[in-house]
Structure formats: structure tokens, C-alpha cells
């Protein structure tokens, strides 16, 4: 469950890149394409283009 949810996070920000780099942008439509495998999004290269959230305060 969480895996999943890890892997989810990670894909709707590689989603909210591709929006923005051609680089992801090209990567996520191979992988949806099913031309490459998901292991394309993971590589470090790839991992940097895609960036983290900002960390939001918790709430007390």
C-alpha cells in the first residue's frame, strides 16, 4: 500500500513535468506508449528533471 502510493506520488509529478520538459514530456509518452519500460522514469537523469514537492508545515 504504500509503495503504491509512493509510485503514484512519483507519477503525477512526472505527469506535472512532462507539462512543462520535452525530455519527460518524450519518456512518459514512450512509457505509456508501452515502448519503454517503467524503469525509463527512474533513472537518475530523469529523477532530477522531475521535481520534489515543497514540503508543507504539519499541523499541529
Known sequence: MV????????V???HVAASVDPAV???????????DTP???LQPA???RIPRPARRPRRP
Do not use: H, S
Not at 509503495?3 to 512519483?10: E, H, I, L, Q
Not at 514512450?30 to 515502448?35: F, I
Open 25 to 35: 514530456a518524450r519518456a512518459f509518452m514512450r512509457l505509456a506508449n508501452l515502448v
Open 39 to 41: 524503469e525509463t522514469l
Open 12 to 14: 503525477r509529478r512526472a
Open 3 to 10: 509503495v503504491a502510493r509512493c509510485v503514484n506520488a512519483y
Open 46 to 48: 530523469m529523477m532530477a
